[in-house]
């Protein structure tokens, strides 16, 4: 599976991925049953492993709860899982509970305007489309679950004219700064426009290349596009370069 790619890989950014399966808390021998199943819940039998010793960069550690109170693994079909917190402590990664959508949440989370989901496009062109949150059943790209996203298609033409793919908002100049991820699955540019047409950002995407992010200046644009060309004509079959995980700053 394709991750997102970070500008640095550190030790504690490694482990996240350990992290995301282990569990959310543990007390004793346990034998949980919980009401309301049909939230995604069932009933299961685990054992505490106080014979499992944790190490980080190769020095032993102790887990505790929030309380200071020691913790174990606990065994569970075959396989030892630890609580998240705990572990997330020692590694010095944040993490944090959203009640709302019962999303456990790890690592420093956006802080900002989600574009997507707040501005509504005023124009979509050739194969381009914006779905918000509960439009359409979450998809995978390039590695990440997303709720919401940007589409741009193939560019088209019309005789010897070419117009190209792209989505376009109004954001009234509300905005020093915008922080995305992109993905393709084949080669193509995408630009990022502003008033006028002044290009804020352009960069050659390698087709299939890990999704990438990046943070640019916004200038207080009032109209910001997202378009994709330079898609090679001779590609065939479905094109497609997503825009996700985009946040404006917050309002100034």
């Excluded at 992290?19 to 505490?48: F, H, N, P, R």
């Amino acid at each position: 599976m394709k991750k997102v790619k970070t500008e640095s890989i550190t030790m504690k950014k490694k482990t996240l991925a350990i992290i995301l399966t282990l569990c959310m808390t543990v007390a004793a021998v346990v034998s949980v049953t919980v009401a309301g199943a049909a939230g995604g819940l069932q009933e299961i039998k685990a054992y505490l492993n106080s014979g499992v010793t944790i190490k980080v960069d190769g020095e032993e550690q102790i887990i505790t709860e929030s309380n200071g109170v020691r913790t174990y693994p606990i065994v569970y079909n075959g396989t030892n899982y630890v609580p998240i917190r705990s572990v997330a402590n020692l590694l010095g990664v944040d993490v944090d509970w959203d009640q709302s959508t019962n999303a456990i949440l790890l690592g420093k989370q956006p802080n900002g305007v989600d574009l997507i989901d707040t501005y509504k496009n005023y124009q979509t062109f050739d194969w381009s489309a914006q779905y918000q949150t509960g439009d359409k059943d979450p998809m995978e790209i390039s590695g990440v679950s997303c709720s919401r996203w940007l589409t741009l298609g193939r560019e088209r033409y019309h005789g010897n004219e070419k117009t190209v793919s792209g989505v376009s908002f109004n954001l009234g100049g509300k905005h020093d700064t915008l922080t995305f991820s992109y993905y393709s699955n084949r080669n193509a540019t995408l630009q990022v426009l502003g008033d006028d047409g002044a290009v804020l950002f352009e960069k050659d995407v390698t087709g299939g290349q890990v999704a990438q992010t990046v943070t640019i200046p916004l200038f207080k644009t009032n109209q910001l596009t997202f378009q994709i060309t330079n898609v090679p004509y001779y590609a065939g079959g479905d094109v497609k370069t997503y825009i996700f995980d985009a946040y404006l700053d917050v309002e100034q």
